[in-house]
């Protein structure tokens, strides 16, 4: 029975990806799939670049985000203070062979009938959010799949299309498996591991069942707060810290 | 191939599409249709006959073809066609949704919202679900067989006996208690989608337009015509309001209106104006119709029938709990009602009806169930000790107070012999059950008076049964409480011999259970063992 945990936006938070590692490891996950922003903000860039490569490895798939894309091309002046500090920082904790890693990742990866993205599937490199209705009917018709999973967004979310060409969205209830079937098509936000914004602190993650065609949103709690010291002992800004306590 | 899939549908609404008996759930006109490779099958599938082998399944007979759907009893086969039964599975029914080759988004959002919603019930109030089929392929869904017939003949026999109405109602708010509890609301209660198990627990079928909380209503924005079946519609499915469980209860209502007088309290409107009218427009009171139909039956159904939720029973647990004790009903002027409100009365309310939206997003029912708990005080008011029966007073008061929406329904048993009869009254001619009630209702005089109790939040009960602890779990699995609040005998010897009431409560219940002690002061007795005071209940 395949199972597939989809991992997204983990902006470096080493202790927001042990805790969902170890929560899909538990939950018998036998595929991985990571949807870009694996750093950017948090402490751990380098630890959480050498997790996923060598996930990648072993036959996990993973698409660039723009905070993987600004770490490799370096910060520009038109950035906010803030962000070129980031990006700064971020760059001089990675090596050269993580920084390639990270270079040589796709916009997309297709995989039966699975499209994996970071942003959205109509402009991938382009980084618009899906943040209604209307962007996600524009997302699902750029694609043949039936499922779609993208990350960027933050907060969990699920859209789907029907036959008749009506869309909907719905904000997912953690833990409670939810059926996809595949004459629907269907784009999955499982939210952000590595910095939720959502007012619930706990990592999301999303677990895919393709054979069962269903979808369960998790959250995990984690040591936020270590997290948290961490970026402040890094000497990035507070604000970045202060935000994961409340996933805000 | 061509695709259309970007442009939204325009829908030419007829008015009144109606499936079987005048339901609204179709919206008339086809959307676009997104690629043709998707929807096809239904019209393309060769049609199902008798013997056809469907994904491990043999079709034995036809049982029903209806508009939406074919009923055939099936039964399972291996791969070279030899029977291959499951042990201890119940027999089994094909549900096939006809499909006009996917022109008819009601027949297929329905169908996918039943394949979406079945899996996720359980319990003896729902058929149980098996498989389902590919849509790609061939769409069904595989059941358990509910023998028997629905409940639809027996609107041709109306005005039924009342106390089969009472119970009728019962039946079907017990299993509407368990749906809403597992966070569906059905949205099409009716009879024909109403069965009984050989038991008399009745299965509500078909969930072709329920909305599960958890789940993505994929009918909420498929359709611009109000979704039900035009008779039993709540006001608030006119509104396009599709989570609120109390709109199955005005269903009920319905219902019983229908089983007790004859006739349907809104007609059966085919326009959405028609439909409209049950905002302004109150039914003629059953009273009216049927002269022996009794104030408290009256009062229950025209409770159900309130346009506003906030005014109807709150939960089919509370709505149950009234049906099974009518004695109990606190009579409004519901009951009294005659004739229909005034003209000018209805004027006002059609004034204010005209193009109005629910004011507040309807409340889910999962926070419906929780803010109307059913709470249950089991009381000896005849043996506990006067500090028990305080701290127990007080301990529901605070419950109370912090559930505005809870009943509190007080309990006390009374122990007959197991066999033979017990002198029910005592030495005085005085009925021991109506001493015992008296008590009942002293001990939570207090908590009315402190909390002003409304009409028809509190409730009074003496149970007669040779064993208390049976009788006040089977009490609360029957009313299907929340919450509840007894006394624990104290250290005494006669736990020690008799066994403990609230430790057999606390162990059988399916509910939350609070056990209150006296806080007594520590005793060192003679032989320096430390004991705390006695406080005992039920002895």
């Not at chain 1, 270079?103 to 618009?128: C, G, I, K, M, T």
């Not at chain 2, 119940?90 to 919202?113: F, Q």
């Not at chain 2, 064993?467 to 005998?489: C, E, T």
């Amino acid at each position: 029975m395949t199972k597939i945990a989809v991992v997204t936006d983990l902006h470096a938070n080493r202790e927001a990806v042990e805790a969902v590692f170890a929560h899909a490891r538990a939950q018998g996950a036998t595929e991985w799939a990571f949807l870009g922003d694996f750093v950017g903000y948090g402490a751990d860039p380098a630890w959480v670049v050498d997790q996923v490569r060598e996930m990648v490895e072993g036959g996990a798939a993973a698409v660039c985000g723009n905070h993987d894309e600004a770490a490799v091309i370096g910060s520009t002046p038109q950035m906010r203070t803030e962000a070129r500090m980031v990006i700064d920082w971020t760059r001089a904790q990675l090596d050269p062979g993580q920084l390639d890693f990270l270079a040589a990742l796709p916009f997309q990866v297709q995989r039966e009938d699975r499209l994996y993205v970071h942003a959205n599937a109509f402009a991938p490199s382009q980084w618009e959010y899906v943040q209604g209705r209307a962007d996600a009917v524009r997302s699902i018709h750029a694609t043949t799949c039936h499922y779609t999973f993208c990350g960027h967004v933050h907060e969990p979310a699920l859209y789907h299309l029907g036959a008749t060409g009506k869309a909907g969205d719905f904000k997912p209830t953690p833990e409670v498996p939810i059926p996809l079937p595949g004459y629907r098509q269907w784009l999955v936000i499982p939210g952000s591991a590595g910095q939720p914004r959502d007012g619930n602190p706990a990592a999301c993650y999303a677990m895919f069942e393709p054979g069962a065609q269903r979808i369960t949103y998790h959250r995990v709690p984690y040591d936020h707060e270590s997290a948290a010291a961490k970026i402040r002992a890094a000497g990035l800004p507070d604000r970045l810290a202060a935000r994961l306590a409340e996933g805000v | 191939m061509a695709r259309e899939q970007g442009k939204p549908a325009s829908r030419s609404v007829k008015s009144g599409t109606v499936r079987s008996s005048g339901a609204f759930n179709s919206g008339g006109g086809g959307g676009s249709r997104r690629g043709a490779d998707w929807y096809d099958v239904g019209g393309m599938a060769p049609p199902l006959e008798k013997g056809a082998i469907v994904d491990g399944f043999l079709l034995e007979k036809r049982l029903h073809q209806g508009g939406m759907a074919a009923m055939w009893r099936v039964s399972r086969v291996d791969a070279e066609g030899q029977p291959a039964p499951v042990a201890a599975e119940p027999p089994l029914i094909m549900k096939v949704p006809r499909i006009k080759g996917g022109e008819d988004p009601a027949t297929i959002v329905g169908y996918e919202v039943e394949q979406m919603i079945m899996p996720a019930l359980t319990g003896q109030h729902v058929p149980h679900y098996v498989a389902r089929g590919d849509f790609t392929r061939q769409p069904f869904i595989v059941m358990e067989h509910i023998a028997g017939d629905t409940l639809r003949p027996r609107l041709a026999e109306a005005p039924l006996a009342l106390d089969e109405v009472a119970e009728i109602g019962v039946r079907v708010a017990t299993a509407l208690h368990d749906l809403h509890r597992q966070h569906v609301v059905h949205l099409d209660v009716k009879p024909s989608n109403i069965m009984f198990r050989p038991d008399g627990a009745a299965v509500l079928v078909d969930y072709g337009l329920s909305r599960h909380e958890h789940l993505p209503d994929l009918l909420e924005e498929e359709f611009s015509l109000p979704m039900g079946t035009g008779p039993y519609m709540s006001p608030e499915q006119v509104q396009f309001i599709r989570n609120d469980p109390r709109s199955d209860l005005f269903a009920l209502g319905v219902m019983l209106y229908h089983f007790t007088t004859g006739e349907r309290p809104f007609g059966a409107p085919t326009s959405v104006r028609g439909l409209r009218k049950r905002l302004w427009i109150d039914p003629v009171p059953p009273r009216a119709l049927r002269p022996d139909c009794p104030p408290w039956l009256q009062e229950v159904i025209l409770k159900c029938l309130e346009v506003q939720p906030d005014k109807r029973y709150q939960t089919a647990a509370q709505l149950a709990l009234d049906l099974q004790e009518p004695e109990q009903i606190v009579l409004t002027r519901r009951a009294e009602r005659m004739v229909r409100s005034s003209q000018w009365t209805r004027l006002k309310r059609w004034f204010f009806a005209l193009g109005a939206e629910p004011l507040e997003a309807a409340p889910t029912a999962t926070e419906v169930l929780n803010r109307s708990t059913i709470v249950m005080a089991a009381v000896d008011v005849d043996h506990a000790s006067p500090d028990l029966l305080e701290q127990l007073r007080e301990t529901v008061r605070r419950i109370v107070l912090t559930e505005p929406g809870a009943r509190l329904a007080c309990v006390s048993v009374m122990r007959i012999a197991r066999i033979g009869t017990d002198a029910l009254t005592d030495h005085t001619g005085k009925s021991l059950h109506v001493k015992q009630l008296v008590g009942l209702k002293h001990w939570a005089r207090p908590i009315s008076k402190s909390l002003n109790l409304e009409d028809g939040r509190l409730t009074f009960h003496v149970l007669e049964a040779p064993d208390p602890a049976d009788a006040l779990v089977d009490f609360a699995r029957r009313n299907q409480v929340d919450h509840i609040v007894m006394g624990a005998r104290g250290n005494s010897l006669l736990r020690r011999y008799l066994g403990s009431v609230s430790s057999t409560v606390v162990a059988e219940s399916l509910c939350t259970v609070t056990v209150v002690r006296a806080s007594a002061p520590v005793e060192v007795d003679g032989d320096g063992k430390k004991s705390v005071a006695e406080t005992s209940q039920y002895q």
